[in-house]
T-cell receptor, first 112, second 110 residues
Framework: NAGVTQTPKFQVLKTGQSMTLQCAQDMNHNSMYWYRQDPGMGLRLIYYSASEGTTDKGEVPNGYNVSRLNKREFSLRLESAAPSQTSVYFC???????????FGPGTRLTVL | DAKTTQPPSMDCAEGRAANLPCNHSTISGNEYVYWYRQIHSQGPQYIIHGLKNNETNEMASLIITEDRKSSTLILPHATLRDTAVYYCIVKDPGTYKYIFGTGTRLKVLA
C-alpha cells in the first residue's frame, strides 16, 4: 500500500515549456487535490476533484489545468511554465470531502 | 486567509511534552480543528482532529477550549523526529479546502 505517489520528484523547466505532474493513490479514495507550497508559506489549493469525472478550481488555479483520468489518477498540467510557478507541488486524496487528506511526497519544480 | 493564529516557532527538550497552541477565535459551530505536520519539506502528515471534545490518538492529544476559540496540540514525549512545522487548520466539513497558515516550527532539542 503505497498511499499517494507523485512523479517526477524534481523537474527543471525553461519559461514557456509545458509539463504534466502525475499523481496516483491506491486507497480507493474518491477525492483528490493539488496544492502548491512556496518557500516559507503554507499550502494553497490549486484544483480539486470531488469524485471521478469532476474537477473544480481552488484558490490559485490560473496557469494550470487538471485531469481526473480515473479514480486512482489526477494529473496537473502546466501549459506554458512561468518562473512564478516555481514551487513544491503536493497531491493529496481523501475518502470524501469531510475526511482526512493524505499527502504525497511532493514534486519540486523550478522554472528558469 | 488562514482562520488560525500560531506562534512562528517553539523549542522543546527531548522527552518533555510539547504543547503547541492555536487560536481560532472566529471558528464556526460546525468547523473542525485539524492538525498536520510537515517534516523537512515532505508532504504534510495528518496528526489529529476534533470538533469540541478533547481527542487522543497514538500520536498526540488535542485539547479544545470550551468556547472553541483556541486549542492545544500535545505531543506527550517529544523526540528529535518530532521536529517539524505544525499546522493548525479550521475546516468546514462541507468544503474540500484546507486553508494552511504558516504554522509553528517546533524544534526538539537533545
Amino acid at each position: 500500500n503505497a498511499g499517494v505517489t507523485q512523479t517526477p520528484k524534481f523537474q527543471v523547466l525553461k519559461t514557456g515549456q509545458s509539463m504534466t505532474l502525475q499523481c496516483a493513490q491506491d486507497m480507493n479514495h474518491n477525492s483528490m487535490y493539488w496544492y502548491r507550497q512556496d518557500p516559507g508559506m503554507g499550502l494553497r489549493l490549486i484544483y480539486y476533484s470531488a469524485s471521478e469525472g469532476t474537477t473544480d478550481k481552488g484558490e490559485v488555479p490560473n496557469g494550470y489545468n487538471v485531469s481526473r483520468l480515473n479514480k486512482r489518477e489526477f494529473s496537473l498540467r502546466l501549459e506554458s511554465a512561468a518562473p512564478s510557478q516555481t514551487s513544491v507541488y503536493f497531491c493529496a486524496s481523501s475518502e470524501a470531502r469531510a475526511d482526512t487528506q493524505y499527502f504525497g511526497p511532493g514534486t519540486r519544480l523550478t522554472v528558469l | 486567509d488562514a482562520k488560525t493564529t500560531q506562534p512562528p516557532s517553539m523549542d522543546c527538550a527531548e522527552g518533555r511534552a510539547a504543547n503547541l497552541p492555536c487560536n481560532h477565535s472566529t471558528i464556526s459551530g460546525n468547523e473542525y480543528v485539524y492538525w498536520y505536520r510537515q517534516i523537512h519539506s515532505q508532504g504534510p502528515q495528518y496528526i489529529i482532529h476534533g470538533l469540541k471534545n478533547n481527542e487522543t490518538n497514538e500520536m498526540a492529544s488535542l485539547i479544545i477550549t470550551e468556547d472553541r476559540k483556541s486549542s492545544t496540540l500535545i505531543l506527550p514525549h517529544a523526540t528529535l523526529r518530532d521536529t517539524a512545522v505544525y499546522y493548525c487548520i479550521v475546516k468546514d466539513p462541507g468544503t474540500y479546502k484546507y486553508i494552511f497558515g504558516t504554522g509553528t516550527r517546533l524544534k526538539v532539542l537533545a
